[in-house]
């Protein structure tokens, strides 16, 4: 390595330093640091200005170091990159000293912050001198995605990537895609039916040349990094033939066993040899291997002798695994409705006549158990009371979280039983109502202007005197307790992460947030992503939200996704870790310490002994520098974190800049 | 304990064409002298004893011969190191086994359950200057020790090695053949730890700061420790140098702190690394109080198997914290 | 005879606790000077035998700081650092140094006004219980 020259540029950042931090001062110091030649001030380095000073001193000095205190890394450190390489200086060769966000704007003492700033500098430059060039690599990516999912968030997901012209593959754990928006009636605040702009999606899904759609499958293993992804699918067997049924249903007759219908949640009955709804993707049947008789008991076989021409029935299918090579992720796994059992005080379970607001949705849906006439023991209710916040804003449940689409959904569905029932009484108890987006406030409106009475206050309970269901609440704009009749009580179940969430997480090596939801890279900038490169989030499994959002999301997320495809090769982490073979001794300490399993071991020959010693993938290493910590030896290092530097710098910082 | 019996093992051991040789021990020089010893035939087998005198550990052995570089065209050759091992230097291997240091099909153990053995400052404190050849058995709790003709009887407990007296794994967890009976494990006892850790701060600073301004840094707790095989040593190292060459009280401080924070989970308790120390530094009380917090915090004991992952790089969602801010 | 100020080396990890202190900065929540800071990627990055050093290279004071359990950004690195600096802890509180020289917080991105509170709490500790003199390194 040739002489270690350091420039050192300190910035005014304006006032935000300067008017606290002595910048002269400051660079008269660093002129004392070794091997600095060059220290300058300059009122914002960020500026064109300011990285033009910068670029001259490199290519006019032959700096080969560059440390810029100022602002901190997170903000300004690829800016500074940028102009090492315009330089033609490795990016890796500079270091930033924080003299704002941890100095200049959280002290007052002008000299504690300039004696401090001091030696965060000295630190800065102590490890500047002991760093190395750095190389990016790049992979290729492989110009396929995978969507897990297959409601509307995958849906929208998977149709905007095949149309950008690349390849997916879209995996839902049901019989049909279409997920929870199947299931409702007609949607806020527009009162479309969900079904009817639903099912054209579905369709182009279905009839699109690039989705492969695998449903009744799910994904079990995940390997890889961005751009060469390995998944393992599991398709469950149907014990019909996919490519033969055409769904004529002439089987479903013969079939002797019962089951409750989980499309209608449990409210009605069918075959256990079903299609989910007339409308499914793809349009085939599936036979429920819990409750048929041939696959617990070897029985039965009734359906079997129908099939004659298309033989599509199989009772002695398969499961399947199959694995599929993809370069980025869209998780759309969606939402589980909050049990209402959790919350006893409303009956739910207790009292038929309590259902969730899904529930409702079957009732009234023209494809539902009845119809769509809301009945309730055969008879149209005559009081009807919705409870909002069943499961959201509710610490006691550990839910602290509000589920966004309540307020609205619990309104419309007050809407339809105003339509269905015209001299209902209409009680809705709420904390709050939430009408944020685009049409909402004028719906709310009109709900109110149709009769429907809504009260503020928390329900206490929900019980029966005589024979009728009473629901006891605080007004509290009243101030005071009441009780309505009720024949109908509608919990607004809120939306909680579904079940398999941390299973899924795993999988994928995603993160959860309190919420339990899925966690996004960046709350605010980078609200698709996720910390795993390559893989993104659509739709509820990342945090409650209606349908609009969810698709905005979605083809958010779809855009995101095909970055990576479009441009073919993606940029490596350059902070890897990295091993001396020569003095590994393979104890694979760093290959358990490692999150990704980045770190194999190896055999290589070392003084004519056959040994094993750990290799790093710099490709899956993301540089968080556990394995170095692991290894006892020392000969794991982390790039521009090795402990040389890191020791540099805790020797530096012993000394007292009071 | 019968030597006559561990004879024929280990000449068994040599009869085999897959072991290249047997690593056991033989009399010293003089006194209560003994030697770990390399045996390559079966008739050096006569030599080969064992007796509460064999205080140190053979595990160290096993990576230290056995993964020097080849010289020029010498081809590795794939052949077992045989070698006695107690319970200690069983758990050792384990450990050994459990980090790759050695493959276990190059070893052939030969596991002898141990009732103790005897700490040679003690018995050459209670019987200095001995340079007759002198041998030791053990009857009903007491040594009998032979010095020349004579005969002396000594309790077990006043020459018994401190680590042997907290032993909870006398007999071996791994071996090929087992010579011997099974014998009885000691109780856990920590209370040595316990009660050092109720006395105020600044005594226990300044006895561990005399402590560490008496050691010349050897490295012989490091040398004798049989965990202690890492190609490099980052307390050897200049690249970068953790520890600086002097020893002064700083850089000894640096250097048993970080020889007992490597060991964390790894240390077997045998003791060597105290009973090698020249100064009589009390350095198993350091390794005896990271073994106690590894058990207490994580319920791990080093050595107890070939495959068990480290408690260092795994972790439970509830480990404490109520240390944390 | 003026007050004696504490020296503390702080690592900060990359993802939680240095975007966390870079917030506290943002809205201007003021803390006392004595902290300086070492960036690294994760707590699991940071060596325990990184603290010995500092304590004897004139550090008063170490500070580890991360995400909370279950929000690492690399998964399990805080798992890991929450053992390792357990165990260092109740080592160098056996050798009599005292446990407050080590400290460890969890401080997420979003937690600013915690992380000027834990500055101003070690601060005041290592005030109280005076500078490590008694095994600082010798000078060359």
Redesign the interface.
């Known amino acids: 390595m040739g002489k270690i020259k350091v420039g050192v540029y300190i910035c005014h950042c304006g006032v935000n330093i300067k008017s606290t931090v002595d910048v002269d001062k400051l660079t008269r110091f660093a002129l004392t640091l070794p091997h600095v030649s060059v220290a300058k001030n300059y009122i914002y380095l960020c500026s064109d200005p300011g990285q033009e000073l910068i670029k001259k001193d490199i290519e006019e000095n032959s700096l080969n170091r560059i440390v810029v205190a100022s602002c901190?890394?997170?903000?300004h450190e690829p800016t500074f990159r940028k102009v090492l390489r315009s330089a033609g200086l490795n990016p890796y060769c500079l270091e930033m000293a924080?003299i704002?966000?941890?100095?200049s704007?959280?002290?007052?003492?002008a000299h504690?912050?300039t004696?401090?700033a001091e030696?965060?500098l000295a630190?800065s430059v102590a490890k500047a001198n002991l760093l190395e060039p750095l190389e990016e690599k790049e992979v290729d990516v492989t110009p396929t995605a995978l969507v897990i999912g297959g409601g509307i968030a995958g849906i929208q997901a998977a149709l905007d990537i095949a149309d950008i012209g690349f390849k997916v593959y879209l995996v839902e754990k049901e019989p049909s895609i279409g997920g929870h928006m199947m299931q409702l009636d007609k949607t806020f605040p527009t009162l479309d039916c969900s079904a009817c702009i639903l099912t054209p999606k579905m369709s182009d899904v279905g009839n699109h040349p690039n989705i492969e759609l695998h449903t009744y499958s799910e994904v079990v293993d995940v390997k890889g990094y961005i751009g060469n992804f390995k998944v393992t699918i599991k398709k469950k067997p149907r014990y019909i033939i996919e490519e033969k049924c055409n769904a004529c249903g002439l089987c479903v007759p013969y079939c002797p066993v019962e089951m409750p219908d989980p499309f209608n949640m449990n409210l009605s009955k069918m075959k256990c040899l079903y299609i989910p709804f007339p409308q499914a993707v793809p349009a085939c049947y599936v036979i429920d291997p819990k409750h048929c008789r041939y696959t617990l008991k070897r029985e039965c076989k009734q359906c079997d002798p129908v099939c004659k021409e298309l033989k599509a029935i199989d009772l002695k299918q398969k499961e399947q695994l199959i694995q599929v090579e993809v370069g980025t992720i869209i998780v759309a796994t969606g939402f589980d409705t909050f049990d209402p059992t959790l919350k006893p005080e409303l009956g739910y379970g207790l009292y038929p006549n309590v259902i969730t607001g899904l529930e409702f949705e079957r009732l009234s849906s023209a494809s539902g158990p009845n119809l769509g006439e809301l009945l309730i023991h055969g008879k149209k209710p005559k009081d009807v009371v919705f409870i909002q916040c069943v499961g959201s804003r509710d610490k006691a449940v550990g839910n602290e979280y509000c589920s966004r689409v309540c307020c609205m959904y619990t309104a419309k569905q007050a809407h339809l039983v105003r339509e269905k029932i015209p001299d209902a009484n209409i009680t809705i108890f709420y904390m709050d109502v939430r009408a944020f987006g685009k049409g909402f406030e004028e719906f709310y409106d009109r709900v109110k202007q149709e009769g429907v009475m809504y009260r503020r206050g928390n329900v206490a309970e929900v019980f029966k005197r005589k024979d009728r269901l009473i629901v006891r609440a605080e007004d509290t704009l009243m101030g005071q307790p009441i009780e309505v009749e009720a024949d109908l009580v509608v919990l607004a179940v809120g939306m909680v992460p579904r079940q398999d969430t941390a299973a899924v997480a795993q999988i994928l090596?995603l993160?959860?947030s309190a919420d339990r939801f899925f966690?996004e890279a960046h709350p605010k900038l980078r609200p698709v992503d996720t910390?795993s490169d390559g893989i993104f989030l659509a739709g509820c499994c990342q945090g409650p939200k209606d349908i609009p959002d969810t698709v905005a999301q979605a083809s958010g997320a779809a855009a995101r996704a095909s970055i990576p495809l479009s441009q073919g090769k993606v940029r490596t982490e350059a902070?890897v870790s990295y091993v001396d073979e020569?003095?590994?001794?393979?104890?694979?300490?760093c290959v358990?310490?490692c999150?990704?399993e980045a770190i194999e071991?190896k055999t290589i020959e070392?003084?004519?002994?056959?040994?094993?010693v750990a290799s790093v993938n710099e490709v899956i290493c993301?540089?968080?520098?556990?394995c170095?910590?692991?290894c006892?030896?020392?000969?794991m290092q982390?790039k521009s974190?090795n402990?040389?530097q890191?020791?540099s710098?805790?020797?530096v910082?012993?000394?007292?800049?009071? | 304990m019968n030597i006559q019996k561990i004879r024929d093992e280990a000449s068994r051991a040599l009869g085999r064409k897959d072991v290249k040789y047997l690593i056991g021990y033989q009399k010293g020089s003089y006194g209560f002298r003994v030697s770990p010893a390399f045996f390559q035939t079966k008739e050096e087998v006569e030599r080969l004893i064992f007796s509460p005198l064999c205080q140190v550990s053979l595990a160290p052995y096993l990576t230290l011969e056995e993964?020097v570089?080849?010289?020029g065209e010498?081809?590795?050759k794939a052949s077992k190191v045989a070698l006695l091992a107690r319970g200690c230097d069983s758990r050792a291997i384990n450990q050994i086994l459990a980090?790759?240091?050695i493959p276990r099909d190059r070893l052939f153990i030969i596991g002898i359950p141990c009732e103790g053995v005897i700490d040679r400052r003690k018995i050459e404190a209670r019987f200095p200057s001995v340079t007759e050849p002198a041998e030791v058995r053990e009857e009903n709790g007491k040594y009998i020790i032979a010095i020349g003709d004579q005969s002396h009887e000594v309790p077990k407990e006043e020459l018994l090695a401190d680590a042997c007296k907290v032993c909870r794994y006398p007999n071996p967890l791994i071996y090929d053949k087992l010579t011997g009976d099974k014998v009885a494990p000691h109780q856990a006892n920590y209370d040595d730890i316990t009660s050092w850790e109720e006395k105020p701060l600044e005594e226990r600073l300044q006895f561990w700061l005399d402590q560490f301004s008496r050691c010349i840094r050897c490295y012989a707790c490091r040398n004798a420790c049989p965990l202690c095989?890492?190609?490099?040593?980052?307390l050897d190292?200049l690249?970068?140098q953790?520890v600086k060459r002097s020893n002064d009280t700083s850089e000894n401080l640096m250097f048993h702190v970080s020889r007992a924070f490597?060991l964390a989970g790894r240390c077997v308790s045998c003791g060597e690394c105290e009973r090698a120390c020249p100064m009589g530094i009390p350095l198993m009380k350091l390794n005896r109080k990271l073994e106690k917090d590894v058990n207490d915090l994580f319920s791990y004991e080093a050595g107890k198997d070939a495959e068990s992952?480290?408690p260092?790089?795994?972790f439970h969602v509830e480990d404490r914290e109520d240390f944390i801010l | 005879m003026s007050e004696f100020?504490p020296?503390i080396?702080a690592f900060l990890c990359?993802w939680c606790s240095?975007?966390g202190?870079?917030l506290?900065?943002?809205s201007?929540?003021?803390?006392p000077?004595n902290v300086?800071?070492?960036?690294?990627?994760?707590t699991?990055?940071?060596?325990p035998l990184?603290v010995v050093?500092?304590l004897r290279?004139?550090?008063d004071g170490v500070l580890i700081s991360g995400c909370h359990p279950?929000?690492?950004?690399?998964?399990?690195?805080n798992y890991?650092?929450r053992r390792?600096f357990m165990l260092m802890r109740n080592l160098l509180g056996f050798i009599g140094i005292n446990p407050l020289r080590l400290r460890m917080s969890w401080v997420s991105a979003s937690e600013g006004k915690k992380f000027?509170d834990v500055v101003t709490t070690v601060t005041e500790d290592i005030k109280k219980i005076g500078p490590q003199q008694s095994f600082t390194r010798e000078a060359v």
């Open positions: 901190s890394p997170r903000m924080n704002r966000e941890h100095c704007w959280v002290h007052k003492d504690k912050a004696r401090k030696g965060i630190a090596k993160s959860q966690l910390a902070i020569r003095a590994c001794r393979g104890c694979a300490l358990e310490a999150p990704y071991l070392r003084a004519g002994q056959l040994v094993q993301k540089g968080c520098g556990t170095v910590t692991a006892l030896c020392g000969v982390q974190f402990d040389e890191l020791l710098m805790i020797a910082l012993g000394e007292r800049y009071e | 993964v570089p080849l010289p010498e081809k590795q980090e790759k240091g095989y890492s190609t490099v040593c980052i190292r690249d970068p953790w490597h992952k480290s260092m790089t795994t | 100020e020296n080396v990359n240095y975007a202190a870079d506290t900065g943002t201007r929540i003021h803390y000077p300086k800071v070492i960036r690294v990627m994760c699991g990055r940071m060596n990184f050093q500092a290279q004139g550090a279950g929000e690492c950004h690399y998964l399990k690195g890991l650092a390792r000027a």
